[in-house]
Antibody, heavy 123, light 112 residues
Framework: QVQLQESGPGLVKPSQTLSLTCTVS??????????WSWIRQPAGKGLEWIGR???????NYHPSLKSRATMSIDTSKNQFSLKLSSVTAADAAVYYC???????????????WGQGTLVTVSS | DIVMTQSPDSLAVSLGERATINCKSS????????????LAWYQQKPGQPPKLLIH???TRESGVPDRFGGSGSGTDFTLTISSLQAEDVAVYYC????????FGGGTKVEIK
């Protein structure tokens, strides 16, 4: 079955760039059938969609993060990545990667999700 | 942006009893072009990622027990667990995908 696994530093200093990678197994991210997404969850809080990337490399971001988020895809490794610049304490969260189902050229719902990775922002 | 508001924040239900979770959107997520409600429900157990239960407001995912049911239209939606089981203890989230994706704040379901 499809599995996703996040990886990356668990600690990032304020003002620096957060970098995470999601490795996908059981599905080809270049197939174009799904939209590959990042979602985050601050401790004790709800979920926030960050953005999505297609197998073609096309991206779309939440408007509130658009200026700081960059997503990319590496089809040779079946991975996609997130970079979030100029992080602050407000960016501390569990970051999930997920496979998104598309309808009408937009990502809609997510299944499955990775286990998540905790990112702390501290000097 | 569409704001999703869930109620209650938490509820405690006896085993075998019904649990009802509400989700209200700040604007309609019913599409006039295809008559679909652009709403999903997720279950998140402690220490686990969210799991998709329902999309299109009432379409259950494969493998999801039929005690989970979604209903509603427009701005008001409900997730019902018809007979609560111990393994249903979790936080439940609604999510709209009509416009820029957004999630509700979650409802924690516990055993009474």
């Amino acid at each position: 079955q499809v599995q996703l696994q996040e990886s990356g530093p668990g600690l990032v200093k304020p003002s620096q760039t957060l970098s995470l990678t999601c490795t996908v197994s059981g599905d080809s991210i270049s197939s174009g059938a799904y939209y590959w997404s990042w979602i985050r969850q601050p401790a004790g809080k709800g979920l926030e969609w960050i953005g999505r990337v297609l197998g073609s490399g096309s991206t779309n971001y939440h408007p509130s993060l658009k200026s700081r988020a960059t997503m990319s895809i590496d089809t040779s490794k079946n991975q996609f990545s997130l970079k979030l610049s100029s992080v602050t304490a407000a960016d501390a969260a569990v970051y999930y990667c997920a496979r998104g189902t598309a309808y009408g050229n937009y990502v809609r719902w997510f299944d499955p999700w990775g286990q998540g990775t905790l990112v702390t922002v501290s000097s | 942006d569409i704001v999703m508001t869930q109620s209650p924040d938490s509820l405690a239900v006896s085993l075998g009893e019904r649990a009802t979770i509400n989700c209200k959107s700040s604007q309609s997520v019913l599409s006039s072009s295809d008559s679909k409600n652009y709403l999903a429900w997720y279950q998140q157990k402690p220490g686990q990622p969210p799991k998709l239960l329902i999309h299109w407001a009432s379409t259950r995912e494969s493998g999801v027990p039929d005690r989970f049911g979604g209903s509603g239209s427009g701005t008001d939606f409900t997730l019902t667990i018809s007979s609560l089981q111990a393994e249903d203890v979790a936080v439940y989230y609604c999510q709209q995908y009509y416009t820029t994706l957004s999630f509700g704040g979650g409802t924690k379901v516990e055993i009474k």
